[in-house]
């Protein structure tokens, strides 16, 4: 069936930047999708990238897809204590309008 | 406009008996999605329901069930509650097939079973 893997930890020194990544096997997936996900709490939406683009930033946030490779990254620049979160990668399936999830990676903030 | 709200933010039960979590969609959203997400793993698809119908389903026992009411609201129930049903419990809404909206979820129903 169709997958999405991302490493589970990721740690770095607070004013650093941060890369998450992702990988993913639909390559029909239309939509990929950040969510950020913060102790005890629900998942919040921070960005998504259409699959016929290569790049979209905002603000602090970075996504980078290599559809070929089927490779999305997240760069968090200037990495701050309330980055401090787990990140889910997701992927969108036309076929049945749902969202295959990664196991989301764990930032963890270095002083 | 009010997001997706769930209740109740707590639920205690005792093994065995039944769990009833509730969710209320953004207004508008036809689709509500149910995820469980045990204490440090990911998030696990229980259910997926549109226009009142269930419309997939994930890899879970029998014993967990839901509806979709007419105005879109859900409810997920879970009998004979096993120790191992202890997780937060994720309801997200969208409008179906508006992929460029991704989910949106609510804050999450936290069931300990004791």
Redesign the interface.
Known sequence: GEDVEQSLFLSVREGDSSVINCTYTDSSSTYLYWYKQEPGAGLQLLTYIFSNMDMKQDQRLTVLLNKKDKHLSLRIADTQTGDSAIYFCAAYMDSNYQLIWGAGTKLIIKP | EAG?TQSPTHLIKTRGQQATLRCSPISGHT?V?WYQQALG???Q?LL?Y?EGEE??RGNFPPRFSGRQFPNYSSELNVNALELEDSA?Y?C?SSL??A??Y???????T?LTVV
């Open positions: 997706v689709s999605y793993l990911g998030l698809f997926w549109d419309r997939n937060l994720l997200a179906t097939g992929a460029n991704g989910y949106t979820f609510g804050s999450g936290r």
